[in-house]
């Protein structure tokens, strides 16, 4: 590889024969170095391969501006999420949850901290990203000595999350509205069953990953009518108050809902509603 722009010593990006360019970074990797000539490999610590042009543009500036210490650790968290998600994640993951690392951190030192209002839904919904979130607060208090609060860990969950889903979906506040409305959700269900559903359930997981992607899915054209409502008919019919209950996320979403949404979310609110009763 051969260096192509040095931002500091630590961070340059780098050439290989293909012409392919990445972000290098090591400690002392551009030290008395100069462009064109070859990389040390052997100061090599962690390369940045990204295939969105967009979002290795926008990396490229960080690195203008963020020490580069935070981008290391951020490369870390993520890439300890990817290995606990075992899901691939959006490049721009890499841009966004390392500005707003860069701004928690910068706020933290002039004392002030903030608040994440979704802090209880995150937590009960995404538990996992919570956690790796959680983790992320662990990596950045050994490596730096500085204690965020809880809320920055729902933060790193929804940076996590917002990586996961549909590019069109990614702004952190479009994730921010969906998680209410599916807590608005969960909690129909919780006042129409009397119980709520059990969080540690696979039904559970699997209604929320549904619901996820259901929100992604109202509103594009072309899907949503069933060819023949046989199923939907037999299903109103079988699961009275499953059905009765998505009537009311219904009339809570204000939108009329295809038929086949509405048989599937009737099928996961009987099955989450049913194993929470067990």
């Not at 940076?159 to 969960?186: C, G, P, W, Y």
């Not at 008919?233 to 204000?254: D, F, G, I, N």
Request: one cysteine or more; aromatic letters at 10%; glycine letters at 4%.
């Amino acid at each position: 590889m051969i260096i192509g722009k040095i931002f500091n010593n630590n961070a340059i990006i780098a050439s290989d024969a293909n012409k392919s360019e990445f972000v290098v970074m090591g400690r002392g990797i551009a030290f008395k170095k100069k462009i064109g000539e070859p990389v040390d490999q052997s100061l090599v610590e962690k390369i940045f391969v990204l295939q969105q042009k967009d979002a290795s543009e926008k990396f490229k500036l960080l690195l203008e501006d963020v020490p580069p210490e935070y981008i290391s650790l951020c490369y870390d968290i993520i890439e300890y999420g990817k290995n606990m998600l075992d899901v691939p994640l959006s490049d721009y993951i890499y841009v966004t949850l390392t500005d707003h690392m860069n701004n928690a951190l910068r706020l933290l030192d002039e004392g002030i901290t903030t608040t994440n209002p979704l802090i209880w839904e995150i937590r009960r919904i995404y538990p996992k990203e919570f956690g790796i979130g959680k983790k992320a607060l662990e990596f950045i208090e050994d490596s730096l000595g500085k204690k965020l609060p809880e809320d920055e860990a729902a933060n790193v969950a929804l940076h996590l999350i917002n990586a996961q889903i549909d590019q069109s979906s990614r702004r952190t506040d479009n994730v921010a509205a969906q998680t209410e409305k599916i807590s608005d959700i969960l909690n129909i269900i919780k006042y129409s069953y009397g119980k709520a559903p059990d969080e540690n359930s696979l039904s559970y997981e699997r209604f929320v990953t549904h619901l996820r992607f259901f929100f992604q899915r109202i509103g594009k054209p072309g899907r949503g009518e069933l060819e023949d409502d046989f199923l939907l008919r037999q299903v109103k019919s079988k699961y009275k108050k499953a059905y009765a209950c998505m009537l009311k996320v219904e009339t809570y979403l204000q939108i009329e809902l295809p038929d086949e949404e509405k048989l599937y979310l009737t099928l996961h609110i009987h099955r989450v509603t049913r194993e929470s009763a067990l």
